[in-house]
């Protein structure tokens, strides 16, 4: 089945701190890839959205500046969160899919715990 | 706006037992339906999918689920439960197609399984 996968999984570091988390499709061209935030014991709240090559679309009251998203390849999305603040620590989810085809479902990668000291 | 309403935080049966998560949807358009599982610290993984066709889905790991249209449900099933389902449930809605595929969730319903 269709693999996608996030790194790091974990991440510790110090406020102030830039963090980029990567997510690969591995084995399908990943039109169109997501980033979702999970907050304890919550649903998944999307972020953004980005197609290949293009800017990403931000979800409303998500700041572009502050989670920066890169999707340059159709098998790689980045987002860096910058200068990160302990308000930034969350589980960070990103899925993709193709467009290729109907219906086709997003895939998820297993997230990257994000702790800002 | 869609929307999705996942009614139990919590369930909880004992191993063996029937199993029925309940979702709720609203969508103005025909809704593409999902649940995903995610075990604790985990990603998501897609257990089952509907768009159209035969209102009752099989999925992986024994799961099915049934879409009611006049009831704006997609409650998922299990005749039994295993130890290893234990885990967190997601429904989900969104666009099928070719669209970009946006999804919204439900709150999930945490399962936890009795020996």
């Known amino acids: 089945g269709a693999v996608v996968s996030q790194h790091p999984s974990r991440v510790i570091c110090k406020s102030g701190t830039s963090v980029k988390i990567e997510c690969r499709s591995l084995?399908?061209?990943?039109?169109?890839m997501f980033w979702y935030r999970q907050f304890p014991k919550q649903s998944l709240m999307l972020m953004a959205t980005s197609n290949e090559g293009s800017k990403a679309t931000y979800e409303q009251g998500v700041e572009k500046d502050k989670f920066l998203i890169n999707h340059a390849s159709l098998t790689l999305s980045t987002l860096t969160v910058t200068s990160a603040h302990p308000e930034d620590s969350s589980f960070y989810i990103c899925s993709a899919k193709t467009n290729r085809g109907y219906n086709q479902p997003q895939h998820f990668g297993d997230g990257t715990r994000l702790s800002i000291l | 706006a869609q929307s999705v309403t996942q009614p139990d935080i919590h369930i909880t049966v004992s191993e063996g037992a029937s199993l029925e998560l309940r979702c709720n949807y609203s969508?103005?358009?025909?809704?593409?339906l999902f649940w995903y599982v995610q075990s604790p610290g985990q990603g998501l993984q897609l257990l089952l999918k509907?768009?159209?066709?035969?209102?009752l889905v099989q999925g992986i790991k024994g799961f099915e689920a049934e879409f009611k249209r006049s009831q704006s449900s997609f409650n998922l099933r299990k005749p039994s439960v295993h130890w290893s389902d234990a885990a967190e449930y997601f429904c989900a809605v969104g666009a099928g197609g070719t669209s970009y595929g946006k999804l919204t969730f439900g709150q999930g319903t945490i399962l936890t399984v009795h020996p």
């Open positions: 509907y768009f159209s066709g035969d209102t």
């Open positions: 969508y103005g358009a025909t809704p593409y």
């Open positions: 084995d399908f061209q990943a039109t169109t």
